[in-house]
């Protein structure tokens, strides 16, 4: 807990953009990949969208072509830039990090709504 801290969530008008940020508290080694998910309420936590070291990305079908993710200069940074915003991406979004043959660890989440 507390490894990864998330920011940029907020309220946003259907059709608008948010960037939202992760950085790593603390050195982590082997990371594999970094992501985002979600989580709406009464839904249970899904996938957004993850970057491995290579570069290589992978997005849900709900947000391709709208939500690109990348990784930061500094170490174990991720964005997830989101436009043309609609009610149904709002939710908590978490920050992911899963080490090569490691644990994974969560951010607490920022919360992002999209409403009228």
């Known amino acids: 807990q507390g490894h990864l801290v998330e920011s940029g969530g907020g309220l946003v008008q259907p059709g608008g953009s948010l960037r939202l940020s992760c950085a790593a508290t603390?050195?982590?080694?082997?990371?594999?990949?970094m992501g985002w998910y979600r989580q709406a309420p009464g839904k249970e936590r899904e996938l957004v969208a993850t970057?491995?070291?290579?570069?290589?990305?992978n997005y849900a079908d709900s947000v391709k072509g709208r939500f690109t993710i990348s990784r930061g200069n500094a170490e174990n940074t991720v964005y997830l830039q989101m436009n043309s915003l609609q009610p149904e991406d709002t939710a908590i979004y978490y920050c992911?990090?899963?080490?090569?043959?490691?644990?994974?660890?969560w951010g607490k989440g920022t919360l992002v709504t999209v409403s009228s």
């Open positions: 992911n990090l899963e080490i090569y043959r490691g644990p994974g660890y």
């Open positions: 603390r050195s982590f080694f082997s990371v594999d990949t």
């Open positions: 970057i491995d070291n290579g570069g290589s990305t």
